[in-house]
């Protein structure tokens, strides 16, 4: 009895070593994480806080082919430190307020705005209908690509915005599954987000431009 009490004791001081041991790495990383990240896509410079960072390849910064931002709407803030509790990460995980932005170098010659109206409008059915904040909202054809969703437009063509997102029948479970997409500079953007933030797409849209002016490498940084 008295060695199985023994062990007992012996293996909670282990753990709580274990434990302090990594409370201590954890905080030295944290400590030697870098205020700001520099990264680049092609000829394209970026500089970046590493809290807005969604994968590994951005944390770390240097010269990628892709860039991985996680933002809060409407400001575009980082989004806080997971909670250490499963069941507020879980929450925190499927935030509505929540936008995913990737960078790319522009690999097609259409650009983004012109999907609209270039790409998207030959499966359109005629029917226009309101949308959300004053959208326009079309709706693809049976058997088009885009067969499971439907085209949010900001008037008159969506230059300024659009966005594609799924139908509600189309199953889709995702907190994000909006897809809007703009050229900034010689880099293509793709921005997910949830179904509720096409009633405030104005805010959302000046939101991720001043985001993508705020990490763009070859803008006047503040002194």
Do not use: N
Not at 39 to 62: C, Q, W
Not at 100 to 123: G, I, K
Not at 173 to 179: D, K
Not at 196 to 218: Q, V
């Amino acid at each position: 009895m008295r060695l199985f009490v023994l062990v007992l004791v012996l293996l909670a001081l282990a753990l709580g070593l274990l434990g302090a041991g990594a409370f201590r790495l954890l905080r030295r990383a944290d400590e030697a994480a870098p205020a700001v990240v520099a990264a680049s896509l092609g000829d394209a410079r970026f500089v970046y806080s590493p809290a807005h960072a969604r994968d590994e390849s951005t944390r770390y910064g240097g010269a990628v082919d892709r860039l991985s931002f996680i933002a809060v709407a409407p400001d575009f803030a980082p989004p806080p430190k997971p909670s250490l509790d499963p069941r507020r990460r879980a929450a925190e995980e499927l935030d509505p307020m929540r936008v995913f932005v990737t960078l790319a170098p522009r690999e097609e010659a259409l650009d983004p705005a012109e999907r609209p109206s270039r790409l998207y409008a030959r499966f359109l059915e005629s029917e226009v209908w309101s949308g959300p904040g004053g959208l326009v909202l079309r709706r693809f054809e049976a058997g088009s690509p885009y067969e499971l969703e439907q085209l949010y437009l900001a008037p008159p063509d969506g230059r300024a915005f659009f966005a594609r997102c799924p139908r509600r029948d189309a199953g889709f479970l995702g907190s994000a599954p909006c897809i809007w997409a703009l050229r900034w500079k010689t880099v293509d953007v793709e921005a997910r987000f949830s179904a509720p933030l096409l009633r405030d797409w104005e805010e959302l849209a000046k939101g991720l431009r001043a985001f993508l002016a705020s990490i763009d490498g070859a803008s006047p940084r503040p002194r």
